[in-house]
């Protein structure tokens, strides 16, 4: 089930389907769209669920419907795959082996995994995505590849959805290509006692 702000649900039976947007406070009248195997990327649910609601790049409704869309998806996603307890080493072993690191399931700490996690560079709805597939990620060996292949593939996942899991938000980093020092992976937030 995917909750958009909050405003609509979707249901699950025999096809898959997406909630209908609602982009304003205005009421929510249900609009359930098949989409066949959930197993399709983030950015093809996006695309079908644009299409079915008349969404167009040309309109302003479309980027902010597509941020909060795939933020809520990724996020989902990312839940669904990893968790969201930043110190289960199931969750950290499984994003090692997505991430490709040979060995992640003989890795005896989270210490050892962020160290094995230290220099390989993903993006987070290509993670998603392989980890929905089985299969292992694309990665990069330097940030600024990274932020290269995100703006040319418009895979930016918002910041601000990252709030809702302490896992995810270890990962995030800001991209600015050519500055290698806000490249670093965002530091978990302290909790208040």
């Given at each position: ?36 195997s ?5 950015l ?17 409704e ?37 991430e ?10 989270v210490?050892?995994?962020?160290k094995?996690?230290?220099h ?47 896992l ?17 992976p965002?530091r ?5 006692r």
């Open positions: 089930m995917y909750i958009i702000e909050g405003h609509c649900h979707t249901i699950a039976g025999p096809s898959l389907l997406l909630p209908h947007f609602c982009l304003s406070s205005a009421p929510c009248i249900m609009s359930l769209v098949p989409i066949g959930q197993s399709q990327d983030v093809v649910r996006w695309d079908q669920y644009a299409l079915a609601n008349g969404l167009h790049r040309t309109m302003d479309y980027w902010e419907a597509r941020r909060l869309f795939i933020g809520r998806v990724v996020n989902a996603d990312f839940n669904e795959f990893f968790g969201s307890d930043k110190v289960d080493l199931n969750a950290w072993r499984g994003l090692c082996r997505t490709g690191i040979d060995g992640a399931d003989e890795l005896p700490t210490k050892a995994c962020r094995a996690l230290e390989v560079h993903c993006n987070i709805i290509d993670l998603v995505d392989a980890a929905r597939q089985q299969q292992i990620c694309r990665t990069f060996r330097h940030p600024d590849d990274l932020v290269r292949y995100s703006k040319d593939a418009g895979k930016f996942y918002p910041l601000k959805s990252a709030k809702e899991n302490e995810l938000e270890m990962f995030l980093v800001v991209m600015q290509e050519g500055n290698t020092a806000n490249l670093q965002r978990p937030r302290r909790q208040r």
